[in-house]
């Protein structure tokens, strides 16, 4: 097929979270434990799944005409890539992620500074490289194959590592000194690829949905019936994207009401709009929101 994306997921721990994204805008996704090609319900796409670490390396030598990995990784590997969008989601909910240093709790090392002459493991390497000399400070920044937080301080003196509650950090007595960065998770696209006009019209359509997507996972819908002599003193109650819709019944005497709004208010406002008139009140789900 001449008109084929190559799109590559990122495998492990933001997989699953990706997947059911795709899934909300409209894509299904499948893949066994095993397997590296997942299928999808669009015969344009070819997906692959991969690390998101060596993401970037792959969508910039075309290998894949469009990713998503992290931001950091792709300031790791130093990728020539387009930005195409930032969406905000990781492993364990809609925020971004952290690098952060971190040293025991005992430790006389409080910040950056008392990094001279010390020995750091990290899997961000070259970031963290750039971090030290941006502060002065030079140490050794050995790679972290993995379990980076049990290495303070027998095999290392502190650590740069990615956390997204900092849970993992304390239960390993270990205490977050500085924000090195902070990470998103983004949609790159090889350079030949974006300046095709067909791909990078699909990569805009895809990135449309999964936008919207993205933006549903926080906001309801909510539906109402008002009568009509009550109808402005429910709308006070009820924020909305732009101004909800208005509709008439076929009784006259009523309206129907909808919106969106953000799913955390909910709770606090549909005993208020009860208060101020509306019956039939109704929330439901919504898969995608496209301003």
Same mark, same amino acid.
């Given at each position: 097929? /001449?008109?084929?994306?190559? !799109? ?5 721990? $933001? ?10 805008? +409209? ?35 075309? #290998? ?71 502060? +002065? ?27 997204? #509650?900092? /849970? ?5 007595? $270990? ?34 949905? !999964? ?26 109650? $009820?924020?909305? !994207? ?25 709770? +606090? ?23």
């Amino acid at each position: 097929m /001449s008109n084929l994306l190559k !799109l590559g997921l990122p495998k492990g721990s $933001l997989q699953e979270s990706t997947f059911h994204l795709f899934a909300k805008a +409209g894509y299904k996704i499948s893949a066994t434990s095993r397997s590296y090609f997942p299928s999808i319900d669009d015969p344009e796409i070819k997906p692959m799944l991969i690390r998101a670490q060596e993401m970037s390396r792959y969508v910039e030598d075309g #290998t894949l005409d469009v990713g998503m990995t992290g931001r950091d990784w792709v300031l790791e590997n130093g990728s020539q890539v387009v930005e195409v969008a930032e969406l905000i989601y990781a492993k364990a909910g809609l925020r971004p992620v952290r690098w952060v240093l971190a040293a025991p709790a005992n430790s006389p090392i409080k910040s950056v500074k008392d990094l001279q002459g010390k020995k750091v493991a990290t899997e961000l390497v070259n970031v963290s490289k750039e971090y030290l000399k941006k502060n +002065g400070v030079t140490a050794h920044v050995e790679f972290s194959w993995g379990a980076t937080e049990a290495k303070p301080p027998e095999l290392a003196d502190a650590i740069i590592e990615v956390t997204e #509650t900092g /849970s993992s950090l304390k239960a390993n007595n $270990l205490v977050i000194l500085e924000t090195v960065m902070e990470s998103n998770t983004v949609v790159i696209a090889n350079k030949a690829a974006w300046a095709d006009p067909w791909k990078k019209k699909k990569i805009e359509d895809m990135v449309l949905l !999964l936008k919207g997507a993205l933006a549903a996972e926080e906001k309801v819908g909510l539906k109402m019936n008002v009568p009509r002599k009550k109808l402005e003193a429910v709308l006070k109650v $009820l924020p909305s !994207l732009n101004s909800p819709t208005v509709a008439e019944l076929h009784d006259k005497d009523w309206v129907d009401v909808d919106t969106v709004v953000d799913e955390k208010i909910v709770r +606090g406002i549909i005993p208020k709009l009860k208060d101020a008139g509306a019956e039939g009140i109704v929330e439901y789900p919504l898969n995608k929101v496209i301003p």
